[in-house]
Antibody, heavy 120, light 110 residues
């Protein structure tokens, strides 16, 4: 059974860089069959797609966040990561990692989510 | 790309039906048959309920159905049950490996 687990600091200071890691178990992020992505949800608000990475290393980012986002993968650890720079309070959210099948356009497996608060 | 428009709330009595709309543009909902719907209970991760406009993943009750007309997609929950009370989000492919989500609809079972 595929499982995704987010990890990282729960508190980040304004203007600093938010860094999160998603550890995948029960499947390989090196498979050509999947994209691995990040989605966030501010408290009490809706979902926002952040971006995805393909096994080849190709990345795709939301146009609204593209200038601040970097998604990378570490196949040796079966993990992929999110970095969001120059954060503000508006970046406070629950951050989810999720999987999408190649050639499919929906997210079928999600992590449980991790709350990141931006505050001094 | 802007968030897809959904009504903030919808409600129905047990056994009744409720329909949620999801309005986008010709660049997302109207341009692709790749609308999906997610159910989210409080403090839980979203769960896929519908994909490719009207297909149900294994294990999702057939009380859940989806459709699309033009730039608007819809999710219908028939035979409402107490456990259907949750937030529902639509999502659409927006081209170039981009995705957009809806703002969410809170469904209340009266």
């Amino acid at each position: 059974q595929l499982q995704l687990q987010e990890s990282g600091p729960g508190l980040v200071k304004p203007s600093e860089t938010l860094s999160l890691t998603c550890t995948v178990s029960g499947g390989s992020i090196s498979s050509s069959s999947y994209y691995w992505g990040w989605i966030r949800q501010p408290p009490g608000k809706g979902l926002e797609w952040i971006g995805s990475i393909y096994y080849s290393g190709s990345t795709f980012y939301s146009p609204s966040l593209k200038s601040r986002v970097t998604i990378s993968a570490d196949t040796s650890k079966n993990q992929f990561s999110l970095k969001l720079s120059s954060v503000t309070a508006a970046d406070t959210a629950v951050y989810y990692c999720a999987r999408r099948d190649w050639g499919k356009y929906f997210f079928d497996y999600w992590g449980q989510g991790t709350l990141v608060t931006v505050s001094s | 790309q802007s968030a897809l428009t959904q009504p903030p709330s919808a409600s129905g009595s047990p056994g009744q039906s409720v329909t949620i709309s999801c309005t986008g543009t010709s660049s997302d909902v109207g341009g692709y048959n790749y609308v999906s719907w997610y159910q989210q209970h409080p403090d839980k991760a979203p769960k896929l309920m519908i994909y490719d406009v009207s297909k149900r993943p294994s294990g999702v009750p057939d009380r859940f159905s989806g459709s699309k007309s033009g730039n608007t997609a819809s999710l219908t929950v028939s035979g409402l049950q107490a456990e259907d009370e949750a937030d529902y989000y639509c999502s659409s492919y927006a081209g170039s490996n981009n995705f957009v989500f809806g703002i969410g609809t809170k469904v209340t079972v009266l």
